[in-house]
Every structure is written in C-alpha cells, then in structure tokens.
C-alpha cells in the first residue's frame, strides 16, 4: 500500500521570504500523479500545483514550484515571496495512474500547518 | 471553482440517529469521493463513486453506506451515528478525459458534524 510523509507538523516564514516544505511518498509503482492541497482556515481544499511521475520537468504555478526526485520518493514544495495569504495547512497526496482498483483515489499526507509572519 | 456544494454545512445530532449528508455538483463529472478529515489523520477515503448507480469502499467504510442515483448527486449515509464520526466530512470530484483515469479532484466546502 502506498503512504505518504510530511515529516514537518508546522513550519514558520517571514512574509516575501521563500519555505520548502517536504513531502516523502512509498509506492511500488512507476505510473502515478502527485499533489499539493491548501487548507486555509475556511476548510476549502484548494488545489495548488499537480505533478505528472513521467515527467521529468518540475511543475510550477506561479509563486508555487515542486522539487520531484522519483527515485528519492520526494515530493517538496517551494513558496516564493511569501505572502500573509499563504498561511494554511498543506497536504500533499498520491494518487495511482493505473485503471481500475482504487479509482485514482487520493492517498493523503498528515499535513504541515504554514505560519507566515508579517 | 468547481461547482460543488455540501449540506448540511453543519450537523449536531446525537447517537444512535441516522444522518444523510450530500454532494451536489453541477460538473456532470463522473467520478465522486467522499473523505473524512480529523485532526492528526489528514483526508480518508469512505466511499467512492464511478457512475450512477457504482460505487465502492474506501479505508475506512464501516459505518457508513452511500448512494448514487443521479450523476449530480452522490449521498452519504450513517445509519447510526456514533462518538467516533464527528468529523468534518469532504466531498470531492473528478472526470476522466478519454483517458478512462479519473482526473485531478476537487473539494466542495466540507459539513462538520458532531455526534454527543
């Protein structure tokens, strides 16, 4: 079974600096997609930034980038210029490319909850 | 945005009582999840949906069933709420596009239910 690891329950920045935060994942699979979710305090899970596992080139969103390393199994996402806006909680996610099964259903992190100090 | 909505947004009742909740999206998409969100767990899976009428459990499905008569709508049922189900419950969505795998998913605003 697939898991996924935020090894950091809370991590701090100071507004317009740049955070990493980490994301480890297991799976026996070489097909599959990656994700990271935004919680604000109004609950919505809002999506911020997909990655495909075939492809090589890091995806991006504007202030927001991904570091994939597929055979380390991290996952780590970037925030630049951090704004007061960025706080939330930050869940990373799994989901399996093969047919059937599972249906792609999300496999998600613990969660680390983002302080950005002004 | 996608068009998802969720009602009740917020339940109380007591133990023993049934409770329905219920997805609503107005995407026509065809695959529908329904998740559980407590504090040191993250998102669970409970059900999913893979068109009317088909659906299947997810990790942790006991105590809930769920039903799926239209596409639209996707409803989640406990037949007898327990302690155990508070929780703030989320619905989400996704489509498949000619792929025949479901695409990336999308949360409606979540229900927190209490059960005293």
């Known amino acids: 079974a697939q898991t996924v690891t935020q090894s950091q329950p809370e991590m701090s920045v100071q507004e317009a600096e740049t955070v990493t935060l980490s994301c480890t994942y297991d799976t026996s699979e070489s097909d599959y997609y990656l994700f990271w979710y935004k919680q604000p305090p109004s609950r919505q899970m809002i999506l911020v930034i997909r990655?495909?596992?075939?492809?090589?080139q890091n995806a991006t969103e504007n202030r927001f980038s991904v570091n994939f390393q597929k055979a380390a199994k991290s996952f780590s996402l970037k925030i630049s210029d951090s704004q007061l806006g960025d706080a939330a909680m930050y869940f990373c996610a799994y989901r399996s490319a093969r047919r059937g099964g599972s249906q792609g259903n999300l496999i998600f992190g613990k969660g680390t909850k983002l302080s950005v100090k002004p | 945005d996608a068009g998802i909505t969720q009602s009740p947004r917020h339940k109380v009742t007591e133990t023993g009582t049934p409770v329905t909740l219920r997805c609503h999206q107005t995407?026509?998409?065809?695959?529908m999840y329904w998740y559980r969100q407590d504090p040191g767990h993250g998102l669970r899976l409970i059900h999913y949906?893979?068109?009317?009428?088909?659906?299947d459990k997810g990790e942790v499905s006991d105590g809930y069933s769920v039903s799926r008569s239209k596409t639209e709508d996707f409803l989640l049922t406990l037949e007898s709420a327990t302690s155990s189900q508070t929780s703030v419950y989320f619905c989400?969505?996704?489509?498949?596009?000619?792929?025949?795998?479901?695409?990336?998913?999308?949360f409606g605003p979540g229900t927190r239910l209490t059960v005293l």
């Open positions: 949906s893979y068109g009317v009428k088909d659906t």
């Open positions: 989400a969505i996704s489509e498949s596009y000619g792929t025949g795998r479901p695409d990336t998913q999308y």
């Open positions: 990655q495909e596992a075939y492809k090589q």
């Open positions: 995407e026509n998409h065809r695959y």
